[in-house]
């Protein structure tokens, strides 16, 4: 199977390339349903494009809001020059820019967004007569109903299917409740998700009196929905006839797409769901469902927000193996002493101590050669320190050590460690519970 991973901006895009994605999805400015996350300017594909594809990473281009009469005139131009960038499909749910883009540009595949709501073999064979290679299954589809489908589909028609990320509450992500509260439609990329806001009832003749809608005082979250996680169901994906699956996030951060398409890549290379599946705690997420393969999906009506078992602090710069050093940009607090997580490709977790730590200034016109500054802590946003990595306590699912039990890979002893460093484009992170939520309960 395929993994697809998302990719909002230049950094998710190295991230999940350098991480094990098969093929990324990203977006240009104009057209993509996630118009907050950075996307790309249109005269920066041909770059990602070249990046994605030196890894042998396959570039699909979302163009899949609701298109308007206004939005017609800027496709033909619009899906050459991604066509001259070298993409390999477009991602579209719309009749009309389907048929644009099979007209000016046939050479790019086209996939059929799951804002197309394609639940059975009829709407993929007519979609298929129009020339699409495969289509992204509607959200509310079980394995069952992805089986029955692939049975009387064409043959050479692959099926897509979201398998991590958010649910909301809609029909394969096109929702009104948007439009109509705030005026700004989650159809044309701009969903303000309301679907996560706590909500009481009123009764007409009683203004002003709020009831919960539970046994609760706050209100209730009634619509909020639980985020998908498959990384144990790869099998019964597979099973069904799924040919990609792919992670939600394209406004997520590179640290996110890295731990997850990390995760998932390792499992769909036989590793045991069981041991990675800790690192899907450790990043930001709202409580986890199967979405709707095994029944109904389900709701998070006492909890609106996010929680994480650790927190990025550090992307590395570079490391000396023979000085065990490691330059690395400052993203969240870390302090000297503290035990940091090295977030590797394709090995397991590794640890180092933080020891000398040091902070490297920017170069200044009146200054052109900053001495390094000796620090307590890395707390400057984006700047630049050194330190030396003492060797960790090991890592672990597995291991004896409760304390560390929850890393979910390989047990590793710390003279193993002693020869790990990470690399440019690893993350650091620390074990630091967070969470962001108000809860109804």
């Not at 109903?145 to 990320?165: K, L, N, Q, S, Y």
Request: with cysteine.
């Amino acid at each position: 199977m395929e993994l697809l991973a998302p990719a909002g901006g230049i950094e998710q895009l190295r991230a999940a390339v350098r991480f094990g994605a098969d093929a990324v999805y990203l977006a240009s400015d104009r057209f993509g349903m996630r118009a907050r996350a950075a996307n790309f300017a249109l005269e920066d594909i041909p770059a990602a494009v070249e990046i994605a594809h030196a890894a042998g990473v396959k570039v699909h281009v979302t163009a899949n809001i609701l298109m308007e009469q206004g939005d017609l005139a800027a496709l033909p131009d619009y899906f050459r020059a991604l066509d001259a960038a070298g993409v390999d499909a477009f991602i579209i749910g719309d009749l009309g820019a389907a048929a644009i883009a099979r007209r000016v540009a046939p050479r790019v595949a086209l996939h059929v967004s799951t804002q197309a709501s394609v639940a059975n073999s009829e709407a993929a064979r007519v979609w298929y007569s129009l020339g699409a290679s495969r289509v992204v299954c509607a959200r509310e589809m079980s394995l069952d109903d992805i089986a029955r489908m692939r049975e009387d589909m064409p043959a050479d028609m692959e099926i897509e299917a979201f398998a991590h990320g958010a649910m909301c509450m809609a029909v394969s992500g096109r929702c009104l409740i948007s439009s109509y509260l705030t005026g700004r439609s989650g159809n044309r990329g701009h969903c303000t998700q309301p679907c996560r806001w706590s909500y009481t009832l009123e009764e007409e003749k009683r203004p002003g009196e709020h009831f919960p809608i539970e046994e609760d005082g706050h209100g209730t979250f009634i619509m909020n929905a639980k985020d998908m996680n498959m990384l144990a169901h790869l099998d019964a994906l597979r099973a069904a006839g799924v040919d990609s699956i792919k992670i939600e996030g394209r406004n997520k951060k590179a640290f996110y797409v890295a731990s997850v398409v990390n995760a998932y890549r390792q499992v769909l290379d036989g590793s045991p769901a069981a041991n990675f599946a800790p690192e899907l705690e450790a990043v930001s997420h709202r409580p986890y469902g199967t979405g709707f393969f095994f029944g109904e999906a389900e709701q998070a009506p006492n909890y609106d927000g996010y929680e994480q078992q650790a927190m990025h602090v550090a992307d590395v710069v570079d490391a000396d193996l023979e000085t065990r050093t490691i330059v690395a940009r400052c993203r969240n607090r870390f302090a000297e002493g503290e035990e940091l997580e090295i977030l590797s490709p394709r090995v397991p977790i590794s640890r180092v101590v933080v020891r000398n730590l040091t902070w490297l200034p920017d170069l200044t016109e009146s200054d052109p050669d900053p001495a390094p500054v000796p620090v307590p802590v890395a707390n400057r946003s984006c700047g630049i320190y050194r330190f030396s990595a003492g060797a960790g306590v090991g890592a672990c699912a597995g291991s004896d050590d409760e304390a560390s039990a929850d890393v979910g890979v390989t047990a590793r002893t710390a003279a193993d460690a002693a020869d790990i460093l990470p690399a440019a484009g690893d993350f650091l992170r620390v074990r630091r519970f967070r969470r962001s939520a108000r809860s109804g309960a």
